[in-house]
């Protein structure tokens, strides 16, 4: 664990700058996290048994080296921790409304994480009243946890519950329960914990190892058993839900807030017909990529208590003088001592409940950066602007033995440091603005979220630097105009996609074979199904998968026929969700070649994804996902062992391409007729499978 000095992150659209007063550590959560981050691998693979299986996956696809590396890319990864604080606002993004410079709030989710400065999305920031003590609201998003776990039990005034799991979110829920006016019994293992749920107001408590301890909750209820239970808890063992189904009344709630398992026996719950339910988090609004992300609300009528109304609602107790949970807060450490913060959290035999890390807000905050004063050297120098899980995997690694590595950044800091860090950046930025005005390199990789692809693109290029840009090119026709207009200014420098299949060693191989005849191909894709929420489908942001990953496949299709396409047309099947990417393309070309590329989101996973076949004069070559190459007619069969799509090729021929002068590796119509064909199939899925001729698309503006 370190603490690292990281370039100032900046707002974007729905965003808040928020300078960071006080920070909660989750005692639970995180406790857990840096646990398992201190075990050695063995330890940390038995933790860890689902993303073993994943690990298992990849190495039968890519190899025990290659997997290796992209374990260790994950496990060597500065991740942040964190996700309930509270500060004041010193920045807003646009689309921010409601809030102004100087308020204080508090704040929630993955990017409120434990640093001097944070970005967050506007619906994981809730305002607090000025005189609220922002070392208790700094608790919101816990509270918000809490207060979830009572709605969902649906309780009412005077009416009665048990809370298993006495830790800080079960202490908080005791005190709500009583703010609202419902009779709590609290129980735990600990019994000092025990003796915290009644000073927290709890009109009875008991350990759990009390023999009498279902006798003491029936007469708590009266004789009538608990109209609900709430279960704090984290645990592997089935006790708690099972203690639940036996002291919960007939028709009532038993409502998991915590990490259980809920492997119980059926009597209990079948003969009260018990309701087992789920609590997520904060609320209505947790995970659903649309609210957190984009900022879009649901409206107050149809779901009353979303994870930003529960915040609110917890601040609200807080300034008003209904809630106070001052006592609560048992540590206190400067955020310097973050490591002797969590070294106390982690230790059993220390006791402690809430623990903050407090911050110098008159500290003068530097951007992190290190200044250099490099004149820009032609050819052999590049940045980067996003190094993601992709990017540090199969990318950044060619790229640092081909070029020198001049400065990157990244959504997040953190992850601008840890590529920093792993590939030898001379400097990580704090935007990409100021990356693509530093003179010391003279190209970029763009390897972001494809809907920031096409702005970025155009912004170095004007910057007069050649750009790499990851695939797509850009999402609509609209963007591609853009783009097609900023490369026709003088001096434009170039600019290449990054189509990769196009390297791949069985590829090149083909593409020598097949010199001079018309093409036959049959392009069959087992793409796999993507959740319907999944980021790529959505058109404002991936654009839909037959632009950010089909392109692909039409790309290769127009590589081998050596030839433009001249008519499209396609069809999809029929999809509710209308995302098309269950589809069959077929392209026709001015050389006489023929495609079919067939792209399936609806088969088995175990399948391969891959299987391209290509027929010409007599010859046939069959190339198996990437890892076999037969071709018949010419008696050559060559199996790599292990997959490889021409990630690495692809960037030595970008780089040796910077480092000479020479033109970049796929040329820029080819970028744009790749696209714009891309296009055209969409448009015929559209039409319901109606050719589509490109010297209509082409003259399209």
């Avoid at 590049?382 to 640092?400: C, D, E, H, R, Y």
Wanted: net charge neutral; with cysteine; proline share 4%.
């Amino acid at each position: 664990m370190e603490i690292v000095d990281l370039p100032n992150p900046s707002p974007g659209k729905g965003e808040l700058l928020i300078r960071t007063h006080f920070s909660a550590i989750s005692t639970g959560t995180e406790g857990k996290t840096v646990s398992d981050a201190r075990k050695g691998y063995i330890a940390k693979a038995q933790a860890r048994k689902e993303e073993v299986s994943k690990v298992i996956k990849a190495a039968k696809t890519h190899g025990l080296t290659d997997t290796y590396k992209m374990v260790m890319n994950k496990l060597e990864a500065l991740q942040p921790l964190g996700y309930s604080a509270a500060g004041e606002v010193i920045a807003m993004g646009s689309g921010v409304e409601g809030f102004e410079i100087g308020d204080h709030v508090a704040c929630g989710g993955a990017t409120a994480s434990h640093g001097e400065l944070m970005v967050i999305p506007k619906n994981l920031c809730v305002k607090v009243e000025k005189g609220t003590a922002l070392d208790q609201a700094a608790f919101t998003t816990i509270g918000a946890i809490a207060m979830q776990g009572i709605r969902r039990a649906g309780l009412g005034l005077g009416e009665n519950c048990v809370v298993i799991g006495l830790g800080l979110i079960g202490q908080l829920s005791i005190r709500l329960l009583r703010a609202a006016g419902v009779r709590a019994y609290g129980v735990d293992l600990k019994q000092e914990l025990v003796d915290q749920a009644i000073i927290s107001g709890a009109e009875g408590a008991a350990h759990r190892q009390d023999e009498q301890i279902e006798d003491k909750i029936k007469a708590f209820s009266g004789g009538q058993d608990v109209d609900a239970v709430i279960i704090t808890a984290a645990t592997s063992s089935t006790d708690p839900v099972e203690l639940a189904g036996r002291i919960c009344r007939v028709h009532g709630k038993v409502v998991v807030v915590g990490n259980v398992p809920t492997g119980f026996s059926r009597k209990a719950y079948y003969r009260k017909e018990l309701d087992l339910l789920m609590s997520t988090s904060y609320g209505p609004g947790r995970y659903d990529r649309h609210y957190e992300e984009k900022g879009l609300d649901y409206p107050i009528g149809q779901v009353r208590w979303t994870e930003n109304r529960n915040m609110q609602a917890f601040a609200a107790l807080l300034s008003n003088g209904s809630l106070d949970i001052s006592d609560l807060i048992t540590h206190r450490f400067p955020f310097p001592s973050a490591k002797e913060a969590f070294d106390t959290v982690v230790d059993q035999s220390i006791s402690k409940m809430g623990v903050i890390l407090t911050y110098d807000t008159e500290k003068a905050l530097s951007n992190g950066a290190i200044h250099f004063n490099h004149t820009a050297q032609k050819g052999d120098r590049v940045s980067v602007i996003g190094a993601g899980s992709f990017a540090s995997n199969f990318l950044l690694p060619t790229l640092k033995e081909e070029l020198t590595l001049a400065g990157v950044v990244t959504a997040r800091p953190h992850t601008a440091e840890n590529a920093k860090r792993k590939f030898g950046f001379e400097r990580a930025f704090a935007n990409s603005a100021e990356l693509l005005s530093d003179p010391s390199s003279s190209a970029v990789v763009i390897a972001t979220r494809h809907d920031s692809h096409a702005s970025l693109a155009i912004e170095a290029l004007k910057k007069g630097k050649r750009v790499f840009l990851e695939k797509p090119l850009c999402l609509n026709w609209s963007e591609l105009e853009a783009i097609e207009s900023q490369l026709r200014e003088p001096g434009c420098p170039e600019l290449m996609v990054g189509f990769n299949r196009r390297f791949a060693p069985h590829v090149q191989a083909v593409y020598e074979k097949f010199n001079g005849l018309p093409v036959a191909i049959q392009y069959r894709v087992n793409a796999g199904a993507q959740p319907a929420d999944h980021w790529v489908h959505d058109p404002e942001i991936g654009g839909g998968r037959i632009v950010g990953e089909a392109c692909h496949f039409i790309d290769l299709c127009i590589f081998l026929s050596r030839s433009r396409v001249v008519s499209v047309s396609a069809k999809a099947l029929p999809d509710h969700n209308g995302q098309n990417d269950t589809m069959i393309a077929s392209l026709h070309f001015e050389n006489g070649s023929i495609a079919n590329i067939s792209y399936f989101s609806n088969g088995n996973p175990k399948m391969p994804k891959e299987y391209l076949e290509i027929f010409s004069g007599g010859v046939s070559a069959v190339i198996d996902d990437f890892k076999s190459l037969e071709i018949f007619g010419a008696a050559e069969k060559t199996k790599s062992g292990k997959q490889d799509k021409g990630h690495a090729a692809e960037i030595a021929a970008f780089g040796a391409a910077l480092k000479t002068g020479a033109p970049l590796p796929i040329r820029v119509d080819e970028v744009l007729h790749s696209t714009r064909v891309t296009f055209a199939i969409i448009d015929s899925i559209k039409m319901g499978g109606e050719l589509v001729k490109m010297e209509e698309v082409d003259g399209r503006k």
